[in-house]
């Protein structure tokens, strides 16, 4: 695959106990059994009835894109949502304040070793039982450690079933009898079975999840009854309507954990939308006159899009094999957008993150001297890279403006917009639209 650079593995991180705003009812009980078919007590978050609007939602994933998409659904619903760069060590109740809404944690797992990654989805999943609506996102490709992870939170979670939709029809993903495809193609034989960080080498679920069942569509009939009985469900879906049927079956959606990618979570948030009365009302997103794009993704739809955003005439771009030179250049410059990106060109990887520590140094250095006041990142690595390296603690999300992108405001200093995307989503003009949405702030563009 072209131009394939990996952001290099990522060191443990220390949990932030200060950065995690309250869910209401979290549970504290000891750790369940190891392994998918150990006992499970039911989680204890109080019975969600079916009517209701989940008034608390934990989003737990892999990394801060996904964490990202997986929240911002719920934002366009009404809900107040934020997404924090590093789970915390423990989640209290609803304090003095009552805090509400959702809140989407990056645990950093899918660039982990296995044995990490685990104890963090499980610990994390514990933390945040309680609440009424608890989602694991897993990439729509099946990239990082998938199964593990959600028997991981499975044994955290203590809830009796879990639903696993991997689906998201707006960017080509879908499920057809538990192979996993993109574009029609099963997604070992697609390009990200030659990612090189994380290779697919299985499209197949029940392959990676042999305990689990799968269902078709027209089988949805029967997951009320196998969800009560307890145990893992694959649902087929090629359609974002076949997602509103599998949440449409499950009577009790917070009495089990859901897993998928952005389609599951905005199916979610369409059977979760809060009345007009109750929508948590957005801070106004300020345009942004010296905006920044991140590109770290070394995936051909990204680089497709770099080229095209390249070609516009307000554009400065260079790349940051030399970080220093490339802020350099980058201070000279008179046009209105300012990109840094990895090389085109592959390099040796000789120095693991060396290529989003990069971007970082130059991102950083370009906002401490005010030349920048609004940032696109895209790459869930170079993504979190940058926000820390910045001192930001999360996003407070403003909204959705298109699938699978979430579009806010940095927690922490400096309190600029942001915009973040995975890097395999989106069309050839996608990273154009994003940097005229954040120069345009709470206007609205149209898809070119």
Request: glycine share 10%.
């Amino acid at each position: 695959m072209a131009h394939q650079e990996h952001e290099g593995p990522r060191a443990s991180r220390a949990p932030l106990a200060s950065q995690a705003p309250p869910i209401p009812q979290a549970s504290h009980e000891p750790q369940a059994p190891h392994g998918p078919t150990a006992a499970r007590t039911p989680h204890t978050a109080r019975p969600l009835d079916p009517r209701a609007v989940a008034s608390s939602i934990a989003v737990l994933a892999d990394d801060l894109t996904s964490a990202g998409d997986g929240a911002a659904p719920f934002r366009r619903g009404g809900h107040r949502a934020r997404v924090l760069l590093s789970a915390p060590v423990t989640v209290t109740g609803a304090g003095a304040e009552g805090v509400s809404g959702v809140v989407a944690v990056d645990l950093g797992s899918r660039l982990l070793g296995l044995g990490e990654a685990v104890a963090e989805t499980r610990r994390a999943a514990q933390a945040y039982a309680g609440a009424d609506l608890l989602i694991k996102t897993v990439d729509s490709t099946l990239r990082g450690h998938v199964a593990a992870e959600i028997r991981a939170a499975h044994a955290g979670s203590r809830r009796r079933a879990v639903v696993i939709a991997p689906a998201f029809p707006a960017e080509g993903r879908t499920t057809v009898r538990g192979i996993q495809h993109v574009h029609g193609v099963p997604v070992h034989e697609s390009a990200f079975g030659r990612d090189p960080a994380h290779p697919v080498t299985s499209s197949d679920l029940t392959h990676l999840l042999p305990e689990a069942v799968v269902l078709e569509p027209d089988q949805l009939d029967r997951l009320p009854e196998l969800v009560d009985s307890g145990g893992l469900f694959v649902c087929s879906a090629t359609r974002d309507g076949d997602l509103d049927r599998v949440v449409s079956a499950v009577p009790e959606v917070g009495g089990v954990l859901w897993v998928g990618s952005p389609g599951l979570a905005a199916a979610l948030a369409r059977r979760h939308t809060r009345t007009a009365a109750a929508t948590a009302p957005a801070t106004a997103l300020s345009a942004a006159r010296r905006p920044l794009v991140v590109v770290g993704s070394a995936n051909p739809a990204t680089r497709r899009q770099l080229d095209r955003l390249r070609g516009r005439p307000d554009v400065a771009a260079v790349a940051a094999g030399d970080p220093l030179a490339a802020v350099e250049a980058l201070r000279r410059t008179a046009a209105a957008v300012r990109v840094v990106h990895t090389p085109d060109a592959r390099r040796e990887a000789s120095a693991p993150g060396s290529l989003t520590r990069d971007l970082a140094l130059a991102a950083g250095r370009l906002v401490a001297d005010g030349l920048v006041d609004g940032l696109v990142l895209t790459g869930g690595e170079t993504a979190v890279t940058v926000l820390r390296g910045l001192g930001a603690t999360g996003i407070d999300l403003y909204d959705e403006p298109e699938p699978g992108i979430a579009r806010g405001t940095l927690l922490g200093t400096p309190g600029i917009p942001v915009l973040i995307k995975a890097g395999g989503f989106g069309d050839e003009g996608t990273l154009d639209r994003l940097c005229r949405l954040l120069t345009e702030g709470d206007e609205r563009s149209t898809r070119a």
